[in-house]
């Protein structure tokens, strides 16, 4: 595709629910990484994937959040259990290498995910 | 205390003008500095980056660096309209994976 693709575009939830967020990066692209994003604020690191290795995930803010990308392409973040407070959106982004800021990140659309 | 630090503004000038964005930081480590360009609604996207210190220009933008004050600039010149967005500042260490963001500053360029 032309680019980082994320879906849903926007989740609505209650609490208690689990939810799945999807990104589909740039086809050939190595590196992966999950952001959070709320609003009026930069992103948030959360996780980064080399490959299908998460190589990274100290920014996971609890054990209720979790992220794979079994076949080192597409990567989904899963939220259990969501609470309020985990209502922002949520961003991928990749790069064809390793992570390097000569190595342009390509951020996705978004999830905007709204719990209630 | 935050690892980076950006005032949120909003900040509107007319055009034309010059536009001086600003960072400062806390993490000595940070060796790689980087500045994005958010438009309404879109994702992040790459505008320059700077290893350690000094300075950068690419047209209209000029980036510095000053590692003793650990604070960073992007200077826009002949400020335009399409100028207008969300403007992040993000670092990071010469061996960790994570990119470091401040909240951005937004921009309006008056025409």
């Known amino acids: 595709g032309a680019g980082v693709s994320q879906s849903p575009r926007y989740k609505v939830t209650k609490r208690g629910q689990d939810v799945a967020l999807r990104c589909d990066p740039i086809?050939?692209?190595?590196?992966l990484y999950w952001y959070r994003q709320a609003l009026g604020q930069g992103p948030e690191f959360l996780t980064y994937?080399?490959?299908?290795?998460?190589?990274?995930k100290s920014g996971l803010p609890n054990d209720r959040f979790s992220a794979e990308r079994p076949e080192g392409s597409i990567s989904t973040l899963t939220i259990q259990r969501t609470e309020q407070r985990d209502s922002a959106m949520y961003r991928c982004?990749?790069?064809?290498?390793?992570?390097?800021?000569?190595?342009?990140?390509?951020f996705g659309p978004g999830t905007r995910l709204l719990v209630l | 205390q935050k690892e980076v630090e950006q005032d949120p503004g909003p900040l509107s000038v007319p055009e034309g003008a010059i536009v001086s964005l600003n960072c400062t930081y806390s993490?000595?480590?940070?060796?790689?500095f980087m500045w994005y360009r958010q438009y309404s609604r879109k994702g992040p996207e790459l505008l320059m980056y700077t290893y350690s210190s000094g300075n950068k220009e690419d047209g209209r933008f000029t980036a510095q660096v000053d590692k003793s004050s650990k604070y960073i600039s992007l200077f826009i010149r002949d400020s335009q309209p399409s100028d207008s967005a969300t403007y992040l500042c993000?670092?990071?260490?010469?061996?960790?994976?994570?990119?470091?963001f401040g909240t951005g500053t937004s921009l309006t360029v008056i025409p």
């Open positions: 086809s050939g692209h190595v590196s």
């Open positions: 982004a990749s790069s064809l290498f390793a992570p390097s800021p000569r190595e342009t990140q390509y």
């Open positions: 993000a670092m990071r260490t010469n061996t960790g994976n994570q990119f470091y």
């Open positions: 994937f080399n490959y299908e290795a998460q190589q990274d």
């Open positions: 993490n000595s480590a940070f060796q790689y």
